[in-house]
């Protein structure tokens, strides 16, 4: 298996009344968050990387138009968590992460990615960054309401 590129998308799920979706990881029950995940390949922009994950991991199609992405053009660096570090190439320590959010009714339809995830939770902004382990996650959702309004039409 190829190793990860240390650079993914964090996409914050979320209403109008700022209820933030989180779902919980499989392979670590427990840890809760947004979702999250790698380019599949150095060239892959990040607004479809974007797109991608938040399929694969919620069933959410972003047809731009009633379900739009919005990029907040924020990048975190942080240290990768030792448990995952397998993933990467040897000596990478640290990935960069691209912030975007979008904005869904609340009566969505929710399919989660059984290999990934165990269920997930609609959730008041300040209990969600409270239940997410990853802190720029936290921060991210706690930063929710400068990225209003919402962006669906």
């Known amino acids: 298996m190829p190793h990860k590129i240390p650079e993914s998308v964090l996409v914050v799920i979320h209403t ?24 599949d390949r150095i060239d892959e922009p990040l607004l479809e990387t974007a797109a ?17 992405l919005h990029d907040w053009h924020l990048s975190n660096v942080y240290e990768i968590y030792q ?18 959010s979008v904005c869904v009714p609340r009566d969505i339809p929710i399919t989660l990615a059984p290999r990934e995830h165990l269920q997930y939770a609609w959730l008041p902004l300040l209990e969600a ?12 959702i706690l930063h929710l309401p400068r990225h209003f309004p919402c962006n669906q039409p």
Request: hydrophobic residues 35%; charged residues 25%; glycine residues 8%.
């Open 16 to 39: 109008a009344d700022l209820e933030v979706l989180l779902i919980e990881r499989a392979d670590r029950p427990g840890f809760w968050q947004s979702v999250t995940g790698s380019l």
């Open 52 to 68: 991608r994950e938040l399929f694969e991991e919620t069933g959410i199609h972003a047809d731009g138009e009633t379900v739009r």
């Open 83 to 100: 448990t995952w570090r397998h993933r990467y190439a040897p000596g990478v320590t640290h990935n960069t992460e691209h912030v975007f």
């Open 129 to 140: 960054a409270d239940r997410c382990f990853s802190s720029s996650n936290a921060e991210a």
